[in-house]
């Protein structure tokens, strides 16, 4: 069964700095490609960043380059989305995607809010 488990998400202030890790299990990470994707309050579901299985070709959002740094370890499973400068619009639940062939699945999110 493919799980992909979420986790860093916590209320922090703005100008800050945070680091989300996602989990993930039952498929071969290297044959993924993996992303974050964000849902704002209110709002439709927003692409982040992607990061592709074997090259590890990195892609970002205008709004987070230069703040955001996604990685993989593929010895762990483990993707990261490294947060820094943060703005009170980078509050969203953040949830982490892979892609193998045709197939996507979806973790169960991880609330960032960024507010003083």
């Known amino acids: 069964e493919v799980q992909l488990v979420e986790s860093g998400g916590v209320l922090v202030q703005p100008g800050g700095s945070l680091r989300l890790s996602c989990q993930g299990s039952g498929f071969t990470f290297t044959d993924s490609t993996m992303s974050w994707v964000r849902q704002a309050p209110g709002k439709g579901l927003e692409w982040v960043s992607s990061?592709?299985?074997?090259?590890?070709?990195?892609y970002y959002t205008e709004s987070v380059k230069g703040r955001f740094t996604i990685s993989r370890d593929n010895a762990k499973n483990t993707m990261s989305l490294e947060m820094s400068s943060l703005k009170p619009e980078d509050t969203a639940v953040y949830y982490c995607?892979?892609?193998?062939?045709?197939?996507?699945?979806w973790g169960q999110g991880t609330q960032v809010t960024v507010s003083s």
């Open positions: 995607n892979m892609v193998i062939g045709f197939q996507a699945y």
């Open positions: 990061i592709f299985n074997h090259i590890n070709n990195t």
